[in-house]
Structure formats: C-alpha cells, structure tokens
C-alpha cells in the first residue's frame, strides 16, 4: 500500500483506558491508567500503537496461512492493517457477512499452530483469541478482494497469444513451446493484482485516514 500522506503533526495522542474496568469508589486516589499510543484514525477508527505492533508479529510469523513471514517496520505494518481496515469497513458497508465457521475453525487452527512454533520473541506475547481474530479478518479480505474486486478481471485469447508473442521474441524462442495456460494465468493474476491497487487507491482517497509519526524499526 503506497505511503499515506496525511500526518499527526502534533505528534502522540494519547487516549486514557482504565486497565481494568471499576467505578469511583474502587479508584484510588493514586491509581495508574494505562495511557495507549494512537498510531491512525481510519475513517474514525482507532489503530492503537499495540495493534500495529502485534500486527508486525503476526506478519513477521507468517501466521495466516499461506502467508509466508515477512519483516516489516512499524510504519509498514501500520499500513497493511490500514488496509485491511479499509476493506473491512467496506464489509460491513455493504453488509456482506461473516465467514465460514468451518474454513474460520481451520484457519485459526493452522494460524495457532503456526505461532506455536514461531522463534520470534513476541509470539508470546499474542492470545489465541487476537490469533483467532487475525485469521478472520484475513479471511474475510481475501473473500472481499477475491469476490468484489478482481473477480471481474479476464484475460482473452488475443492477449494471451500477443503475450506469447512478445516471450518469445524476448527469449528467442519458439511461441509454440510456451504453454497458454500458464501466460493466462500469469496475466490473470497481474491484472488481478493491478485491480487490487486500484481499488485501495480509490478506497483511501475517499478516507479520511490521520497517522501519528512512528520510529523506523
């Protein structure tokens, strides 16, 4: 997701949580509340600073299955969990539902194993519900990506052959040892990938998306 260019220039904002609920007469007078970092505002919604960090673990572990692990700065995985908020605020825009409980149950399974078993420090330090949650909000983006954006992609028989055309005399060789199957594929999934972009282009164009400085890690 390209760079947001909208920022805190004020610096941290900080929101005053209670740790633990209680009223006034259980408060004493010296108390301490846990004051939580505020990373971006999406369209109104809170990213904490504690989101955007499990989120870096998450990814660092590769926990979604399939995913494979990849290191991301903070700035970084902020950006990714923007993305995903966009897309899931979408959802419930046009009422489109939850997942599978069954394809959920596997995925949460798989995504648990996979934390199980990653060396990272902070693996730990994520519940098996926040592990859970993760995997359903993955699901969800791929199922609205997959069903509302790039489903409408095609690839016709004049493209795949001009393709070809264009491999071969890259490379020299013959247009008939380069199978039609795989460059259909391979431009589907291109065009797919170029659909997707468009539409976070579009999506946070129309967002009002406010992001406080984070450190380069």
Known sequence: MKRLSRLFLAGWILFAIP?????????????????EAMAAIVNGEVIFLSDVV????????????????VGLTLPGARDRLIADTLVMQEQEKLELGTVDNAALQKAASRA????????????????AGQVRDYAARRLLV??????RVSVFVD??????????????????????KIPEETVQKELLEEKAAREIR??????????????SPLEER
Not at 54 to 69: I, K, N, T, V, Y
Not at 142 to 147: H, V, W
Request: with cysteine; aromatic share 6%; net charge negative.
């Open 19 to 35: 740790l633990f609920p209680c009223d006034a007469e259980e408060r004493g007078a010296g108390e301490h509340r846990l004051y």
């Open 54 to 69: 499990r989120e870096a673990c998450l990814r660092g572990c590769g926990a979604f299955p399939g995913d494979e692990p």
């Open 112 to 127: 648990e194993a996979l934390m199980g078993t990653c060396p990272s420090p902070c693996a730990k330090d994520v519940s």
């Open 142 to 147: 791929r199922d609205f990506l997959e069903k």
């Open 155 to 176: 690839v016709n028989e004049e493209e795949v052959q001009r393709e070809i055309a264009r491999r071969a005399s890259r490379s020299g060789g013959s247009p008939g």
């Open 198 to 211: 468009n539409w976070f282009d579009r999506a946070t164009s129309k967002s009002r998306i406010l992001l």
